[in-house]
């Protein structure tokens, strides 16, 4: 005990705690708030916050040369031939480009959200005020949704702002009157979304930061690349294909302008449903767990 | 007002808390008294709803914790002080607390003036030692003004100024009607600080009784004889009914009688004492006798000694 901490030693000042304190129902709203607050109180978070704009910023940046080089390189090519090579690398593709990496640094965010709270214990704090315990869990999603949103739209928005003068004079920005492009940008926001709310559902059910952080990056990056080999090696082999359409990554990918070039993919609309039925998933047997399981 | 009715705890074939019933009265200091592993810990964190019972009902204030709107203005819980994320200050953990119940922010300087916090409230609670962890989660347990608080071990830790914090502080919660429910593995403590007694051991209530008849039932009198016809005087006292233990040869541990009647039989018998010494129990040793069947952990020689003990409680603080 430091000496510093004095204690008025003849007991509480009478009428400090005599009933006067102004307390409410629990209410989702107010567990919203908590979670804000919660949220904003800890480091982790802007460095993650900080790490996502970084990544997807700096992606862009480096696309963005790429685009420059292979500009100045079909300098006086066939016009036909400046055209496909504007169609393949994209404005969007060029300005969203950093979003799986992203998607990893705000996973670690959402897991974080929750097992940090095991791993200090706060857990328990957290449920004695809410002893409900789903409301506290939502909200953590509802907060981490929409702060991964705007953190999302806002890196995307940077990305563009730096990128175009580069992209500008190669013909190559983002053309915002075209319905496909828009929705590929938006379909990135919610791709990202998505798979920080699955890192917060692993998250509760792990329990572990390290373990939530190991299998969410193993289901998004090890896993997806061990098939892609396999889907190249053994192309023959049809459900090697349809596994690889199915993987979280690959299925949400493609409402997203980086969808990669696979023979066989589901629709945009339907990929991202697919993403997001995991993510449900995972979410509902985190929920069961956090009902039925002592804290 | 907390009421168990047959709660139970089992972890797989191992049962912390066999099947107890209590009730803890307001407007009174509760002592939860038993050795480490009894069940105590187990027993709070199932009153607010952490842990589910395997078995049985607790109730506070006539429902079941999480059945309450606002649960932090009904029970205020410690239950260990590190129930708080290091990473965030000890008025920022507050503020997260205070925000699910609509607490204002005049509340939470309020808690944090009167535990004493204010030097530290804008520190990172990792950094924090275990004194102040626990003024922390005292702090919290009184955020929401509640009926009834539950302090598990809330001296732990603490210097002496802090314990006798802690024990004004709960007596004067308890002076305004609210129920104190409060455990500790210290019977001085506990004596010092409670009205009313529930000792727990290997997850049964041994006892549920005012502080004072504990204290009173379990201290038993005892004078100690040296006599070189050691023998010959336990057939004596034994024929008038005092039990008698032999300690080593030529020492008699003698209780249901008094030093008196044992000075005055041997006198008549012609018997020669080399001492007679009337010896008052301690309180930690009418605890030790109570629970002396359920300790979970014993331990040989020394640390079972009681003094050991709070001195071993006192260096941690």
């Known amino acids: 005990m430091s000496a510093t901490v004095t204690a008025p030693a003849g007991g509480p000042a009478p009428g400090t705690t005599a009933g006067s304190t102004p307390v409410q129902n629990v209410t989702f709203w107010r567990v919203l708030r908590s979670e804000w607050i919660k949220l904003w109180t800890l480091r982790s978070t802007w460095w993650t916050l900080a790490s996502t704009v970084v990544v997807i910023v700096g992606f862009a940046l480096m696309m963005a040369l790429i685009v420059q080089l292979v500009g100045n390189e079909m300098e006086g090519a066939a016009p036909e031939d400046q055209a496909a090579m504007g169609g393949m690398l994209g404005g969007t593709m060029v300005v969203s480009a950093g979003f799986e990496m992203a998607a990893l640094v705000v996973a670690v965010l959402g897991a974080l959200m929750i097992t940090g709270e095991y791993s200090t214990g706060m857990i328990r704090s957290t449920f004695a005020a809410v002893p409900g315990r789903l409301s506290a869990f939502f909200g953590k999603a509802v907060v981490l949704a929409l702060v991964t949103a705007v953190l999302i739209t806002v890196s995307l928005a940077l990305s563009w702002l730096v990128t175009y003068p580069l992209l500008n004079s190669n013909d190559a920005t983002v053309d915002f009157g075209d319905s496909a492009q828009v929705r590929s940008l938006f379909g990135t926001v919610l791709y990202v979304v998505l798979v920080a709310l699955f890192a917060l559902g692993l998250g509760a059910l792990l329990r572990h930061t390290a373990g939530a952080i190991f299998t969410v990056v193993a289901i998004f990056l090890v896993i997806p690349t061990i098939v892609q080999i396999a889907t190249f090696a053994a192309s023959q082999l049809e459900w090697v294909g349809t596994v690889n359409k199915l993987l979280p990554s690959v299925a949400g990918a493609q409402i997203t302008p980086n969808a990669g070039a696979f023979p066989d993919v589901l629709d945009p609309w339907v990929g991202i449903s697919v993403l997001a039925g995991y993510t449900v998933l995972v979410l509902a047997g985190a929920a069961a767990r956090l009902k039925l399981q002592d804290a | ?317």
């Open chain 2, 1 to 317: 007002m907390i009421e168990a009715r047959g709660l139970t705890k089992r972890y797989g074939s191992k049962t912390a808390v066999d099947g107890v019933t209590f009730t803890v009265q307001p407007g009174q200091v509760t002592g939860f008294l038993g050795p480490n592993g009894a069940g105590k810990s187990t027993t709070m964190r199932m009153i607010v709803g952490l842990d589910r019972p395997t078995a049985g009902t607790v109730t506070v204030n006539g429902k079941p914790y999480a059945a309450h709107r606002r649960p932090l203005a009904e029970v205020g819980a410690l239950l260990d002080a590190k129930a708080v994320h290091t990473g965030r200050t000890a008025r920022n953990h507050l503020l997260a607390m205070a925000a699910t119940h609509g607490i204002p922010t005049k509340r939470v300087d309020e808690v944090i003036e009167l535990t004493g916090l204010r030097p530290v409230a804008t520190k990172r609670v990792g950094g924090f030692s275990l004194g102040m962890g626990q003024r922390l989660g005292i702090a919290a347990a009184l955020l929401g003004d509640p009926r009834t608080l539950i302090l598990d071990e809330p001296v732990n830790g603490l210097d002496p100024e802090g314990v006798l914090w802690v024990r004004n502080i709960a007596k004067y919660l308890a002076s305004e009607g609210r129920t104190v429910f409060l455990s500790s593995h210290l019977m001085s403590e506990v004596a010092l600080t409670a009205d009313h007694v529930l000792v727990i051991g290997k997850g049964r209530i041994l006892a549920d009784a005012p502080v004072s008849e504990i204290v009173d039932g379990a201290e038993r009198k005892l004078v100690r004889v040296r006599s070189p016809q050691a023998t010959e005087l336990a057939e004596l006292l034994k024929a008038q009914d005092a039990q008698v233990d032999g300690v080593e040869p030529g020492l008699l541990e003698v209780r249901g009688s008094t030093a008196a009647a044992v000075g005055e039989l041997a006198a008549l018998s012609r018997i020669v004492l080399h001492e007679l010494t009337p010896v008052a129990s301690t309180l930690e040793e009418a605890y030790m006798s109570l629970t002396a069947d359920s300790v979970e952990y014993q331990s040989e020689g020394i640390a079972g000694h009681a003094g050991t003990q709070s001195d071993l409680e006192g260096s941690k603080a």
